[in-house]
Each structure stands twice: as structure tokens, then as C-alpha cells.
């Protein structure tokens, strides 16, 4: 079928879920340099030796002026910020119980269902597309499908921080297939759950959150946007990894090592990633025939200010005000798949008929996905 006679897919709907807890850079890095006291005072006599390299502290500063991060929030405070263990504490429920993420993703769910103006019997598909998944099965989705009396199918689907725009062009391709009219897809975030916080160049990267979005096949609601256009990219890099798995019970002496945590190579993700990111957006638009002058918004994924301020101007020929290319990871931190949604679900409501923007994601893999959208 040309795609010009293809059935035209909506976004109608967005919800967001927001931790009560925030941590402030000067908190965090209060927690961390008490770590790194305690440690080098553990091991002085190693360090001494020169058979350790000692730890060095971190500022408010640092963190700010790298990452453009102020604070984040966190579904669990105490546990990150105790020098002892700098983990989130997060007790496992019984399998009666509905877990964490579900909790989350319902929340950010019935405000997006909302939004768009359906109901549950009006989903019949539903995808939890996030960077990490509570558990392997059963699926989230599934259970989040439950929770909400949702008849029809769920999956999960993972693309790291590419999930949410991955999960979009997947509901698209539903829609379109005939296979749903409505498509809900959520976005449960627990990123302090992968986060190594002893680590100085990452402790202050991500926090936590949950998005949501309503595709469907017509307008609905009061704020419909139309799909223009989606395009999705992968390329394999190391650069950004978690190795974390149910394989590694099979390595006794791999469990706990730091590369079962979020590790990368942060200056190889900036040159590499930022112009393949502004090339496919260039490009997309050059297809549809759109100037990039001809954008009202640019709600890119919130990973990192400065990789979000140069591709803004490879895209645009000019540096971005901000109103164009709005900011939300300032409060919000890196919330890997959901932070282009917060963006997104925050800073849309002055569009008016007619005008355009695009939501892009990227991150490990690598992956990168973009979606045009037209406000209708």
C-alpha cells in the first residue's frame, strides 16, 4: 500500500508518573564524597603503596556543567544517599501483589487514557517499553494489562533509551496493520535500580519516572497529533552497556563486578552518536519535504544538555532557543526512554493546527528513533 494511502495513526494521549522523591546535586554529591572518604581511609595503606589509585571527589559543579543536571527523582531516597550502600532499597513483594513498575506505569497510564479520552475497553494493546524490566516473566505489560482491565494483547520491548520512540513506530505499525485501533504504551523507569553511584563519571546521570502514551486511529480527546513520519536506526557499539543478565549465576566470579551496572565510554557517545542522531532528523525532514525553519519544537531525549544543544544546531543551522528545544532533565535528570515523553507531555499544548515537531530518543545500542508529529 503507497504510504500516502496508508491508515493515519494519532498520538492522543501522554501521562507522566513522578517519584515523590528528589535529590539535588549537593545531596548526592554529599553522599558520594563521604563514600570516597570512607574508602580511601580503607584502603590507605594500598593507596600509599601506589597499589590503588585513590578516589576523588565530586562537585555540584562537575555534575552540572557535564550533564546540565540539577536534581533527579528517585522512587527511593534513603538507600541511594547511605555511604554504606548507595543503592535504592526497594523490598520485593509477593507475587500477589502488584509490583513496582506496575504501579508506576498505572499511574502515568490512566492520565494518558485520560487525556485521550478513551477507557479501558477501548485499548486493545498494551506495551511496556523501557531499559530495564522488573523481572523476565511474566511480561509487565501483561500485568499492567491486568491491573488496568484491558482485554486484547501485551509485550514488552526493550531498546534501552530508544524504547518509548521504538514503541511508537510499534504501535503505529499496529494501528495500521488493523491489528488495534488503540494502542497504549508505557514507560516504567527505575534507573537508580542500574546505576553504579560509586562511580564518579556516572553516579549523577538518571533518575526515575513513568510516561505513557495513547496511539489511536482517529482523533480523540482534546490534543491530537498526527504521525507524519517514523524512523528507526540501530548500530552496535559497546560504548554503552549493562551486562547484567540471568546468565551471569553462571559466572560465580562475575556477579557483582561494576559492568553488571551502567557503564560507558561518554566521550566516544558524544562524537559518535549527536551527528548520526542530527543526520537522520535532517534527513527524515528532507524526505517529507519539510525545512527545518518549519519546526515549532524539538523534544529530544533528555540524556545530556550539551548533546541536545549541538544536535538542535546541526538540525536547525543555528543554536535552538528554549523554547524550541526544551529542557526537563534539569529536575528530571536522564530517565532514559521516558525523558523525550516528559518533554513531550510537558511542552505541547501551544501548538496549534498545522504546526510541527519531532520527538527523538537515542542511546545504547546504539539506537535512535524520531517522530514527526503535526498537531490536527
Same mark, same amino acid.
Given at each position: ?6 491508515? #493515519? $495513526? ?15 546535586? @549537593?545531596? +548526592? *554529591? ?27 571527589? !565530586? ?7 557535564? !550533564? ?9 531516597? #534513603? ?17 500477589? @501483589? ?8 498505572? =499511574? ?9 479520552? *478513551?477507557?479501558?475497553?477501548? &485499548?486493545?494493546?498494551?506495551?511496556? %517499553? ?11 505489560? *501483561? ?8 482485554? /486484547? ?17 510499534? /504501535? ?36 526515575? $519516572? ?66 548520526? =542522531?542530527? !543526520?537522520? &532528523? ?5 524526505? +517529507? ?15 545530556? +544538555? ?5 544536535? %538542535?544546531?546541526? *538540525? ?5 532557543? %528554549? #523554547? ?46 524520531? $517522530? ?5
Amino acid at each position: 500500500m503507497p504510504a500516502d494511502a496508508m491508515q #493515519d $495513526v494519532y498520538l492522543t494521549g501522554t501521562g507522566l508518573y513522578t517519584p515523590p522523591y528528589s535529590i539535588s546535586n @549537593e545531596e +548526592l *554529591v554529599a553522599s558520594f564524597n563521604d563514600f570516597v572518604e570512607l574508602h580511601n581511609a580503607e584502603h590507605a595503606d594500598a593507596i600509599a603503596a601506589g597499589d590503588m589509585p585513590a578516589l576523588q571527589p !565530586s562537585s555540584a559543579e562537575f555534575i552540572q556543567k557535564a !550533564s546540565g543536571i540539577k536534581a533527579r527523582y528517585v522512587v527511593n531516597k #534513603d538507600g541511594l544517599l547511605d555511604p554504606q550502600r548507595m543503592a535504592p532499597r526497594i523490598p520485593e513483594r509477593r507475587n500477589d @501483589e502488584p509490583s513496582v513498575m506496575c504501579e508506576m506505569a498505572i =499511574v502515568a497510564a490512566r492520565e494518558a487514557m485520560s487525556n485521550a479520552g *478513551v477507557e479501558a475497553g477501548d &485499548i486493545d494493546a498494551v506495551l511496556c %517499553a523501557a531499559s530495564n524490566m522488573q523481572r523476565a516473566y511474566p511480561a509487565m505489560a *501483561v500485568e499492567i494489562q491486568d491491573a488496568l482491565g484491558i482485554d /486484547g494483547f501485551a509485550f514488552d520491548m526493550n531498546v534501552a533509551c530508544s524504547s518509548a520512540t521504538f514503541g511508537v513506530q510499534q /504501535g503505529r505499525d499496529m494501528i495500521r496493520s488493523g491489528s488495534a485501533r488503540h494502542v497504549l504504551m508505557v514507560n516504567p523507569e527505575i534507573c537508580t535500580g542500574h546505576l553504579n553511584f560509586r562511580d564518579r563519571d556516572s553516579h549523577f546521570i538518571f533518575g526515575d $519516572v513513568c510516561t505513557a502514551v495513547v496511539l489511536s486511529a482517529e482523533p480523540s480527546g482534546e490534543r491530537n497529533f498526527r504521525i507524519l513520519d517514523s524512523r528507526l536506526q540501530t548500530m552496535f557499539s559497546n560504548n554503552i552497556r549493562n551486562n547484567f543478565g540471568f546468565l551471569n549465576r553462571g559466572d560465580e566470579e562475575g556477579v557483582g563486578q561494576p559492568d553488571k551496572l551502567f557503564v560507558q565510554e561518554g566521550r566516544k557517545v558524544f562524537k559518535e552518536v549527536c551527528p548520526a =542522531v542530527a !543526520s537522520q &532528523i535532517t534527513k527524515q525532514l528532507a524526505d +517529507l519535504d519539510i525545512p527545518a525553519d518549519q519546526l515549532k519544537r524539538m523534544w529530544l531525549h533528555q540524556a545530556n +544538555l550539551n548533546m541536545n544543544v549541538l544536535i %538542535a544546531k546541526r *538540525v536547525l543551522g543555528r543554536d535552538a532557543t %528554549a #523554547d524550541e528545544a526544551p529542557v526537563i532533565l534539569d529536575e528530571y535528570a536522564n530517565t532514559s526512554s521516558a525523558g523525550s515523553v516528559i518533554a513531550f507531555h510537558k511542552y505541547h499544548d501551544d501548538f496549534a493546527p498545522g504546526e510541527r515537531g519531532v520527538l527523538c530518543s537515542f542511546g545504547a545500542g546504539y539506537s535512535i528513533g524520531s $517522530v514527526l508529529l503535526e498537531r490536527v
